[in-house]
């Protein structure tokens, strides 16, 4: 894309996300409403020395699709078997309850979406209704608008900010004569494109298929593969029974067939990571999770903590697949800390469900670090769509530590009024370096400390015994006698066990 194309696009998306205009319920975004990806300004941590070469960047921009290539078919009949396909879209939006703020903070979200899966946005029309229609999700007329509005524009895609219905997607796509998706689809996308491991590949193919399977679309008896009962020859048969299996159903079988293989790939991956997690309890290494919001600046924190050089760009669900590293508290205790895969609001049940062995990171974790955007409009929306994923895994009761991440980008106003959102929160920046080491200090401050307490005498010669309790225990005191080292020190009821020979005898013994 050239100079003066890429003008053209920041125009058209500056126009549907800044420009304000109302008539008969419809609103095109409003002035006020928020942006989904962090501005251009504010890109230039991406790359850092704390973020390694990023050299899958380069790679994932290669295969960016490419605005004004076109191979969309005019037919509608062919949409359910053309690859999906984002070029310029129209968003839709229908909102019922809450303020015209929160559904235009929605709908901007669901265009930074689209930009993610290399769409470009053209324009977007949210309509206030008591309730979505239940044939064609807008109403009669404002659908007859939209078709004048994707014919004048050239759209490719109509793309709605909640799931639809297989009813509505298919007479909204008979009465535009477009492409008709909704929120859902677009994540699945996304995730397709940005799935690296085998794992993450199978995850997002389980999900794409659990979605796609109610919402296959035939067309009439033309379908038929072979006939049922006793029909064929020259007659109807006996009872006059129709066509037997068609083609929609032989694609049902063949979707099930492949979900349970893919099932059966993923339960198998199972025992690699719990042999790892296993592993680590048995040495009692504690593991922390970073959770958050998709775009949060998860993975800038883990690059900032660690240097892992995980992949970091301004796009949502930049990164997968969970990436597990090994750190160091201040007085020596080792533990992991792993990034985990983002939230969005109205994350589709099938990616819950696809990538839960990615979230058991956070449900088998010591601790939380849940890195909420300072700059978002909406850091309470973001807050408890996270904690509702984190209670749907089942990881409610691990303690939790609000990192306010991008801190360098808000006012000393905006501050307070995050403060008394959650007090205990810490405000850092992953760009800067602020609030870095008051993080480390709050991880190694709420770890939780092993059970028992041991005291040992320890010879010289097993200096390992003194190494392992730094790493693995809590180290109370320690003084060095005639005949070694005297150690006080919380440990794991597994290492108390296969340190007992070391114990000292009891004072005045």
């Known amino acids: 894309m050239n100079d003066a194309e890429q003008t053209s696009a920041d125009d058209a998306v500056e126009r549907v996300l800044k420009g304000a205009e109302t008539k ?196 009439g008896e033309s379908m038929s593969r072979q006939a049922g009962g006793q029909v064929g020859g020259a007659g109807a048969g006996m009872g006059s029974r129709g066509p037997g299996e068609t083609k929609i159903e032989l694609d049902r079988r063949r979707i099930h067939s492949r979900m349970a293989k893919l099932r059966k790939q993923i339960a198998g991956m199972k025992p690699a990571r719990e042999a790892k997690r296993a592993n680590r309890r048995r040495n009692a290494v504690p593991s922390v999770a970073i959770a958050g919001y998709t775009n949060a600046g998860k993975s800038s924190i883990l690059n900032r903590i660690t240097g892992a050089g995980v992949l970091v760009e301004n796009a949502l669900f930049a990164t997968l697949d969970a990436t597990v590293r090994r750190n160091t508290t201040a007085d020596g205790r080792v533990y992991t800390i792993a990034d985990t895969v983002g939230f969005v609001r109205n994350l589709p049940h099938q990616l819950v469900e696809a990538f839960r062995s990615t979230l058991e990171e956070v449900g088998d974790s010591d601790l939380i670090v849940h890195v909420v955007d300072a700059a978002h409009p909406d850091p309470a929306g973001q807050i408890a769509t996270v904690r509702d994923v984190i209670g749907e ?93 005297r150690v006080r020190a919380l440990a794991s009821p597994e290492l108390a066990g296969q340190l007992e020979e070391f114990a000292a005898a009891p004072a005045g013994a």
């Open 24 to 219: 008969a319920g419809v609103t095109r975004f409003g002035s006020d409403a928020a942006e989904a990806l962090m501005s251009p300004d504010s890109v230039d941590a991406f790359g850092s020395d704390t973020d390694g070469e990023q050299y899958d960047r380069e790679a994932r921009a290669g295969l960016r699709r490419v605005g004004g290539l076109s191979t969309e078919l005019e037919d509608v009949t062919e949409v359910e078997y053309r690859q999906l396909r984002l070029e310029n879209v129209v968003l839709i939006g229908v909102y019922s309850q809450g303020s015209q703020d929160e559904a235009e903070n929605s709908m901007r979200e669901l265009a930074a979406l689209a930009e993610t899966a290399g769409a470009r946005v053209l324009d977007g029309v949210l309509q206030r209704r008591p309730h979505p229609d239940p044939s064609t999700y807008l109403g009669r007329g404002k659908v007859d608008e939209l078709r004048h509005i994707v014919a004048s524009l050239g759209a490719d895609t109509v793309v709605a900010d909640t799931e639809l219905a297989p009813s509505q997607r298919r007479a909204l796509e008979d009465a535009i004569k477009v492409k008709v998706i909704d929120r859902t689809a677009v994540i699945l996308d996304i995730f397709s494109q940005h799935a690296k491991s085998r794992e993450g590949k199978a995850q997002v193919e389980l999900a794409q298929l659990e979605y796609l399977l109610p919402r296959l679309r035939g067309w």
């Open 393 to 485: 895994v089942g990881a409610r009761d691990i303690p939790e530590l609000i990192v306010f991440n991008k801190a360098d980008l808000v006012t000393p106003e905006d501050r307070l009024v995050l403060r008394g959102l959650e007090p205990g929160a810490i405000f850092a920046s992953a760009r800067t370096g602020e609030g870095i080491p008051e993080v480390l200090e709050a991880i190694a401050r709420m770890m939780p400390d092993p059970a028992v307490e041991i005291d040992l005498l320890v010879p010289y010669d097993r200096g390992d015994v003194v190494s392992t309790l730094h790493e693995t225990g809590r180290v109370l005191s320690i003084e060095y006698l005639e005949d070694g080292t």
